[in-house]
């Protein structure tokens, strides 16, 4: 039983979650190779992306080393971006490495497995509007929310010695806009504290694009409601029933002609499946390039291939997809590493069963809100405030504590809370 090669690709919510609990069971005491293939050296939870889009999280402070965090707790980590499948030869092809100058560092590789786990989330959805590749960032990567934050750098510098105004455009108002606008309002309300003393509120306009007739749109209509009148409180500009039918230099162009002038354009509405996974053509793949999965979250068709989170096409019994969220790929790396201990010890692998914990939103420092699944008498029920925000915390806290165990997560999150007194609010470069 001993030796054998787990390769779990993509170190996110799902994948990191799983190849650390693999690690501690199985890397250190019992002498299996976990290996966990990433094409980024650094892990940042993803629902934090916005945050490091505006600069309150630095991934150079905030981001965890898989090198560092592989050797502590069982795993290898290998930096490569896979760019095949080959599952009769049981191994995966990974793309070359090159430096940031252009210098090859690895040349691409095979790296073969006896188990091979897919856990490569997804990215931003566009449907095919026209623009919208070419002029929108997308919050779907680390590079392209530092990306963002960048160029909200620089537009920061000439907005202080202009005073004009600096107009922001977010098309999607589901979880990832509604949160980024709150941001975005709560920091340009912090950046005089550094020098920017000509900039206040009333230089930003944040208008938020979204095609349904209320934000939130997959949220209850209390959660909507509420979160609704928190942006209409800090002025942000809403265009509810706006479906943008092209994005251009100068903004969104609406179906009426109309254009919602942006100098920044960012793009939050739906996800899919990578690209890359429409080259694995020997894997059944859906025409949101997702992978087909049973309900053991094994890929169809093949014995040894699983794929867990958003890149995974997993219906449940009901006839519903697991919608694409973070505590969907903490529950499927739950679920697929007791599958796996037992599949080693010849005991049945048993079914993914989706819990809706509920939905929590962070209005930045104005407040927070979502709805929790209680039990079948008291169906769910509406919260805000401090509670709600004390919960979203506890997400990022479980998260953590897949990382690392329980009491270490404690330990982290309060020398991270020490820190903060000592290092700049805002990432400023
Ligand atoms: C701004 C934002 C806010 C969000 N807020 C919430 C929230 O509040 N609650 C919630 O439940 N969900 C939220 N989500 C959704 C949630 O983040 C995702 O559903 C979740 O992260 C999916 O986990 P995953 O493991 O499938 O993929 P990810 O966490 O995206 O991880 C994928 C990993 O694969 C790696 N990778 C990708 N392609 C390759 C390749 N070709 N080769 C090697 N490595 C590769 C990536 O580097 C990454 O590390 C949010 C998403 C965003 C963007």
């Known amino acids: 039983m001993t030796g ?19 690690g501690r ?21 993803k629902p934090k992306l916005h945050e490091v889009a505006v600069g309150v999280i630095d991934q150079s402070l905030d ?48 790296l073969s ?27 779907d990567s680390l590079e392209n929310a530092e990306r963002f934050h960048h160029k909200l750098l620089d537009a920061l510098l000439q907005l202080n010695e202009s005073q004009g105004k600096l107009s922001i455009g977010i098309v999607g108002a589901g979880a990832t806009g509604v949160e ?9 309300e912090s950046v005089k504290e550094y020098g920017y003393l000509n900039i206040s509120k009333h230089h930003l306009d944040v208008h938020l694009i979204e095609a349904s007739p209320k934000i939130l749109p997959q949220l209850p209509e209390k959660v909507s409601a509420r979160a609704q009148s928190v942006l209409d409180k800090i002025g942000i500009k809403l265009h509810l029933g706006v479906q943008v039918k092209e994005v251009t230099v100068q903004g969104f ?41 049973d309900a053991c979250m094994r890929v169809k068709g093949q014995e040894d291939i699983y794929a867990i989170g958003d890149c995974a096409a997993l219906i449940l019994e009901n006839g519903k ?20 201990v037992n599949r080693l010890q010849d005991k049945a692998e048993l079914p993914f069963v989706y819990k809706d914990y509920g939905s929590l939103v962070s209005l930045s420092r104005f407040s927070a809100v979502g709805n929790l ?11 805000e405030g401090h509670v709600a925000r004390l919960m979203y915390v506890s997400l990022y806290q479980r998260h953590l504590g897949s990382l690392y165990g329980w009491f270490s997560a404690l330990i982290y999150r309060l020398a991270q809370k020490l820190l903060r007194w000592h290092r700049p609010k805002l990432k400023l470069h």
């Not at 069971?25 to 940042?44: A, E, Y």
């Open 253 to 293: 162009v609406t179906p009426d002609g109309d254009v919602i002038e942006a100098s920044l354009k960012v793009w939050a509405a739906g996800v899919k499946g990578p690209a890359v996974c429409a080259k694995f053509t020997s894997l059944p793949i859906t025409p949101r390039n997702q992978i087909d999965v």
């Open 113 to 139: 497995y006896d188990y091979l786990v897919l856990a490569l989330g997804s990215v931003s959805n566009t449907f095919n509007t026209k623009g919208a590749e070419e002029n929108c960032i997308f919050l």
């Open 180 to 188: 980024l606008a709150a941001e975005l309002h709560h920091v340009i």
């Open 4 to 22: 054998k090669r787990i390769v779990i690709v993509g170190g996110g919510a799902g994948g990191l979650a799983l190849a650390s609990k693999l």
């Open 25 to 45: 069971k199985l890397g250190h005491k019992q002498g299996f190779d976990i290996c966990l293939v990433d094409r980024s050296p650094i892990h940042i939870w």
């Open 321 to 340: 997809a697991v919608p694409p969220r973070a505590q969907s790929a903490d529950q499927m790396a739950d679920r697929l590493y007791k599958n796996i």
């Open 373 to 383: 699944m209680g039990n079948l008498r008291s169906g769910d029920f509406f919260i």
């Open 63 to 110: 981001g965890l080393l898989y090198r560092d965090h592989g050797l502590k707790n069982g795993y290898r980590y290998v930096r490569g971006e896979i760019e095949g499948c080959d599952p009769s030869g049981k191994t995966i092809q990974l793309a070359p490495v090159y430096s940031d100058d252009g210098e090859l560092l690895l040349a691409d590789r095979a």
